[in-house]
């Protein structure tokens, strides 16, 4: 059974910074590139960061530069470092298994709960 739980979410103001953390089964982790996704309030959820088997990590754009991802695949964690929190960071950061296709991540049906983060002006 695939088991994905993320934790650290909260509120910060503006330029703070968070640490998300995703707790992964070993059946997963250990073969699969993982990812963070991002769903602001009535929007879709989005990718933001993933990073494949061997460390090589992706960006959006709108992330580039303040938020860093990385795994432990020793201890079948991943974490997201949130620097410079904007307004626009608010939502709900889901944890996700998937592959690297095509030049691209592509997520495999395996998700988190998820975790709030709340980012005040």
């Known amino acids: 059974q695939v088991q994905l739980v993320e934790s650290g979410g909260g509120l910060v103001q503006a330029g703070g910074s968070l640490r998300l953390s995703c707790a992964a089964s070993?059946?997963?982790?250990?073969?699969?590139?993982m990812g963070w996704y991002h769903q602001a309030p009535g929007k879709q959820r989005e990718l933001v960061a993933s990073i494949t088997t061997s460390g090589r990590t992706h960006y959006t754009d709108s992330v580039e530069g303040r938020f860093t991802i990385s795994r432990d695949n020793v201890k079948n964690m991943m974490y997201l470092q949130m620097n410079s929190l904007k307004p626009e960071d608010t939502g709900v950061y889901y944890c996700n298994a998937g592959r690297w296709l095509g030049g691209g991540y592509d997520p495999y049906d395996y998700w988190g709960q998820g975790t709030q983060v709340t980012v005040s002006s």
């Open positions: 070993g059946s997963i982790f250990s073969s699969n590139a």
